[in-house]
């Protein structure tokens, strides 16, 4: 199993958008609010050096933004 985390943050459409998709593949994922949970916000910052929602890390594969055919080839979706 792929290790998900989507860092997300209150009226983030694209953030909206990457849940809905993860969801319609039945993609397990951790949701990380990094407006309500500092650890989380100071891991995207400080881990992955972003600063934008979402930021998607696959198995230690960043993603900042939804890249649809990235994000597809890591989790193997067809």
Do not use: W
């Not at 985390?5 to 909206?16: D, F, I, L, R, W």
């Not at 969801?23 to 600063?51: Q, V």
């Amino acid at each position: 199993m792929k290790n998900v985390k989507v860092y997300t943050q209150p009226a983030c459409p694209p953030c909206e958008f990457v849940k809905q998709y993860f969801d319609m593949h039945g993609i397990e994922y951790e949701l990380l609010n990094i407006k309500e949970d500092a650890d989380a916000r100071n891991e995207l910052i400080n881990t992955y050096d972003s600063l934008s929602t979402p930021t998607i890390v696959i198995n230690g594969e960043v993603i900042i933004g939804f890249k649809q055919e990235l994000i597809d080839d890591l989790l193997n979706i067809s």
